[in-house]
Nanobody, 119 residues
Framework: QVQLVESGGGLVQPGGSLRLSCVAS????????MGWFRQAPGKQRELVAG???????NYADSVTGRFTISRENAKNTVNLQMNNLKPEDTAVYYC?????????????WGQGTQVTVSA
């Protein structure tokens, strides 16, 4: 059994910052890809940022230059530093990881954390 637990969401004013963290736990052999997705009301879930097992990041155009993704392999953790937040960043943010468990590899999702950017 694998669990992903996110933390760090909340309410912030435009131009502010938040740091999201996601910790994976359970019978983990290897964590490959880790990423952050978000879903705003009435919209589809979209990729925000991802990071490979060798720590190569990729970002959605809308967050490039404002968000930074990082991972701490020894702690099974992925972080998302969000700066200069905008109202359009408001969404539920989900952590996703591709994890090898014994003989199988699957995608796992966290429960989500709310980020609200409002004055």
């Amino acid at each position: 059994q694998v669990q992903l637990v996110e933390s760090g969401g909340g309410l912030v004013q435009p131009g502010g910052s938040l740091r999201l963290s996601c910790v994976a736990s359970g019978s983990i052999r290897t964590i490959y890809y880790m990423g952050w997705f978000r879903q705003a009301p009435g919209k589809q879930r979209e990729l925000v940022a991802g990071i490979s097992s060798s720590s190569i990041p990729n970002y959605a155009d809308s967050v490039t230059g404002r968000f930074t993704i990082s991972r701490e392999n020894a702690k099974n953790t992925v972080n998302l530093q969000m700066n200069n937040l905008k109202p359009e960043d408001t969404a539920v943010y989900y952590c996703k990881a591709t994890i090898r468990v014994t003989l199988t590899t699957n995608d796992y999702w966290g429960q989500g954390t709310q980020v609200t950017v409002s004055a």
